[in-house]
Structures are given as structure tokens and as C-alpha cells.
């Protein structure tokens, strides 16, 4: 199974500067895939996911466009050739 990982610049620099990852998740599912990248990138899936194995709360998380908190969080379907983006929240004023 083959997963594209798409990262802001914001991430990308905690993943070498690759703002594209090519994975290839043992599992299907959305904690499949982020089990892969704190392998990886140990790092950046702490910035994603909390100590619980949630996602955090000021991610937003999309697999194939779709928001994975209406889709079943960590087990939302990730299935092979999906796009998974990864965006944390911008506040500002």
C-alpha cells in the first residue's frame, strides 16, 4: 500500500524539508499511516498527534479532501494511493 503525505512548510522542516512523504503504512487506516511517520519522523508526529494517539486539536487532517473528524479520526480508511494532507490551524489577528 503507497500513501502520499502532503505537509505545509511549516511541518516540512521537521521532516527533512520534504513537504511530500511517500509511505508505505502497514495498515489502512489514518493511525496506520501516522504510526508510519513517527517512524520516520518522530518529531513532526508529536507536532500531529498527542501522547493519547489523537489527533491534535489545532490539526486538520484530510484524506482525499475529506476532514478525518467526520470520518472517524485514526480510523478513518486510508486506502492505497490516497492523498493524506496534514494543516495546522493558523490563528492571528
Same mark, same amino acid.
Request: proline share 8%; no cysteine.
Given at each position: 500500500?503507497?500513501?502520499?503525505?502532503? *505537509?505545509?512548510?511549516?511541518?516540512?522542516?521537521?521532516?527533512?524539508?520534504?513537504?511530500? *512523504?511517500?509511505?508505505?503504512?502497514?495498515?489502512?487506516? *489514518?493511525?496506520?499511516?501516522?504510526?508510519?511517520v513517527a517512524?520516520?519522523?518522530?518529531? *513532526?508526529?508529536?507536532?500531529?498527534?498527542?501522547?493519547?494517539?489523537?489527533?491534535?486539536?489545532?490539526?486538520?487532517?484530510?484524506?482525499?479532501?475529506?476532514?478525518?473528524?467526520?470520518?472517524?479520526?485514526?480510523?478513518?480508511?486510508?486506502?492505497?494511493?490516497?492523498?493524506?494532507?496534514?494543516?495546522?490551524?493558523?490563528?492571528?489577528?
Amino acid at each position: 500500500m503507497s500513501v502520499q503525505v502532503v *505537509l505545509p512548510g511549516v511541518l516540512a522542516d521537521l521532516a527533512g524539508g520534504d513537504r511530500h *512523504l511517500d509511505l508505505d503504512p502497514e495498515g489502512g487506516t *489514518l493511525a496506520a499511516v501516522l504510526d508510519e511517520v513517527a517512524v520516520r519522523y518522530p518529531v *513532526l508526529a508529536r507536532r500531529i498527534r498527542d501522547e493519547a494517539g489523537a489527533v491534535r486539536r489545532f490539526v486538520n487532517v484530510y484524506v482525499d479532501g475529506e476532514d478525518v473528524r467526520w470520518q472517524g479520526g485514526p480510523a478513518t480508511p486510508v486506502p492505497d494511493g490516497a492523498v493524506v494532507q496534514v494543516l495546522p490551524s493558523v490563528a492571528g489577528g
